[in-house]
């Protein structure tokens, strides 16, 4: 994927991050991240690399420095604006986060929902996210019925319903078998592909050593190593069976074609939720 | 906008239906605590109502010495009409006086000479302000110093007496209710928002906004509030039927008045939805502050 020049899409300047239970997160450290990088934040527990995403989320404000993205100062920015920021990204958790009564195209679709979208905007889309993350024929079935992998391809699935132009996994792969991990990989990958900066919190060297990216390296706080922005051609599919995401998203004529509106996926409002997740 | 109304409208029933025991529980307590608050407002108002219409006809007695002249009556006349708690004042001439008892006691009044002298009919408009017109009134130099002030002291004490009471309990019995109405409230939208904290997490994720994070909760509460509202005015109007009839059946009492549907109804459902938004943003405030 090209990595464009310029102004960087994410600047961390001099940020320090204090915890009350643990002083020094982040020790004032310095980053810049272009447009369209895949970035690898490799490091043991503790070292840092959570808090950088959650920094870019603003789930956490630095004690010092500054978050520029797109440049603009996002710590500086009104509790009010935050969900405009994250809109603007694509978070995909650990632990998945999916609504243990609601199908899959349900959860897709109840995120898109609550993301602002209309119910029509969300019938159209929903069937291509589902495809894009290869799970159309999963559509009907429920987080209990999936593997792990499948539970993690709905959760960016899900990332994907504001279209955002960067994704932050947190240990996407974390839960998974290598097999089920590389496929993660290749679908994030795909969104990279598609011009989207990618930021993924890892210590699974196995994937990281396989997949071309730029890498991080934090240790109690700081950066150690910094492999530096890397321009990697185009995916080529790794070991998966994974149909490359581009390939519904850019209208590929290989691709699926786009489901007729009128389909009936029986997308539902509302129904039941995570009461006992 | 349409489309995010209905969105929020349905997560809102979702979650009313999600913790339909506890919503029922809140409801009723509400109720319960509007119906109380209602019918000793109802109660207060009439006993008013009624004590306005004793003082009316409770009036205050003033007898003057012998020998008061006309310009002494009228000094002392204009005097008590510019009193606080004095609703009007009137002179009844010894003449007049003794004309009303000679034709209500005539075996009584052909053998002797009017006793009467000059008196003053003083109405109050304040129930409270009795006995300081009374201590008024007695030390005025024209007033008859035994037995010269004349009035229901003690029947006006009690009604007094009865109405503080009423405010009191009114307060406490109330606020004890109202307390425990919004703490039930709370708790249900407390509730509601830990049995959707992965839609909540997940809106995070997604950015989505404040209202649709938290309005439907906040919808919630005010439901609760509503119904509450409605079943404690349905509960008074059917409560104040059965006085009604009680009342009637005593023909020394004058019947109730038609109970004020329109008032009610509207008040009571007006306070319940009002104090169950404000339970609920109080909630809401706390998740928010844990959630930042």
Not at chain 2, 19 to 39: D, E
Request: aromatic share 6%; with cysteine; proline share 5%.
């Amino acid at each position: 994927m090209e990595v464009e020049k310029g102004q960087p899409h994410i600047e961390f300047r001099a940020v320090e991050v204090s915890y009350r239970s643990h002083k020094d997160a982040i020790h004032s450290l310095s980053l810049q991240i272009q447009k369209g990088e895949f970035v690898f934040l490799v490091g043991t527990t503790g070292a840092g690399k959570s808090t950088l995403l959650k920094l870019l989320s603003r789930e956490v404000n630095p004690t010092k420095g500054a978050v520029v993205i797109e440049g603009k100062e996002i710590n500086r920015q009104l509790a009010l604006f935050i969900p405009k920021l994250r809109r603007k990204m694509g978070i995909v958790p650990q632990d998945y986060a999916l609504l243990p009564k609601k199908t899959v195209e349900e959860n897709i679709a109840y995120a898109s929902r609550a993301a602002g979208k209309t119910r029509r905007q969300t019938r159209r889309r929903t069937p291509f996210i589902l495809m894009g993350v290869h799970l159309l024929h999963k559509a009907k079935s429920f987080p209990d019925e999936l593997s792990g992998g499948e539970r993690q391809r709905v959760a960016i699935g899900r990332s994907l319903v504001n279209d955002p132009p960067l994704i932050l996994a947190d240990e996407p792969t974390g839960n998974l078998d290598p097999d089920h991990s590389m496929e993660i990989m290749q679908l994030l990958l795909d969104l990279n592909d598609r011009g989207s900066t990618v930021i993924v919190a890892t210590h699974d060297m196995l994937v990281v050593d396989q997949v071309p990216a730029r890498i991080i390296r934090l240790e109690e706080g700081r950066i150690v190593s910094d492999s530096g922005p890397m321009e990697r051609p185009k995916s080529e599919p790794l070991e998966t069976e994974v149909i490359p995401l581009i390939a519904v998203v850019d209208g590929n004529e290989d691709a699926p074609s786009e489901p007729d509106e009128n389909v009936d996926l029986q997308i539902e409002e509302s129904e039941s939720g995570g009461d006992d997740a | 906008m349409l489309d995010r109304i209905f969105f929020i409208l349905g997560e809102a029933i979702v979650s009313l239906r999600r913790n339909l025991g506890m919503v029922v529980l809140s409801v009723l307590t509400t109720a319960v605590c509007l119906y109380v608050l209602g019918g000793l407002g109802l109660l207060y108002l009439g006993l008013q109502k009624g004590a306005r219409r004793m003082t009316g006809t409770l009036e205050m007695r003033v007898y003057l010495k012998e020998g008061t002249t006309r310009d002494q009556v009228s000094s002392t006349l204009k005097d008590v009409r510019a009193t606080r708690g004095v609703e009007k004042a009137i002179l009844i001439p010894k003449e007049n006086a003794w004309e009303k008892f000679s034709k209500e006691n005539p075996d009584i009044a052909k053998d002797i000479d009017n006793p009467y002298p000059d008196g003053l009919k003083i109405i109050l408009n304040d129930l409270s302000q009795g006995d300081t017109i009374a201590a008024q009134m007695r030390a005025r130099a024209e007033v008859e110093p035994v037995n010269g002030v004349n009035y229901l002291r003690k029947e006006q004490n009690l009604l007094e007496q009865a109405l503080k009471l009423l405010r009191w309990v009114g307060a406490t019995a109330g606020g004890i209710l109202l307390l425990v109405a919004g703490v039930l409230i709370f708790t249900v939208t407390r509730l509601a928002a830990m049995s959707r904290r992965i839609e909540i997490r997940i809106m995070r994720l997604v950015g989505a906004g404040y209202s649709t994070m938290y309005l439907p909760m906040v919808i919630e509460g005010k439901v609760q509030g509503v119904f509450g509202g409605l079943l404690a005015a349905v509960l008074l109007q059917l409560t104040y039927r059965q006085v009604s009839l009680v009342v009637l059946s005593y023909e020394s009492i004058p019947p109730l008045p038609a109970f004020p549907a329109q008032p009610v109804y509207f008040w009571t459902v007006i306070a319940g939805a009002s104090y169950g938004i404000i339970c609920a943003i109080l909630a809401l405030i706390r998740l928010h502050k844990r959630i930042q």
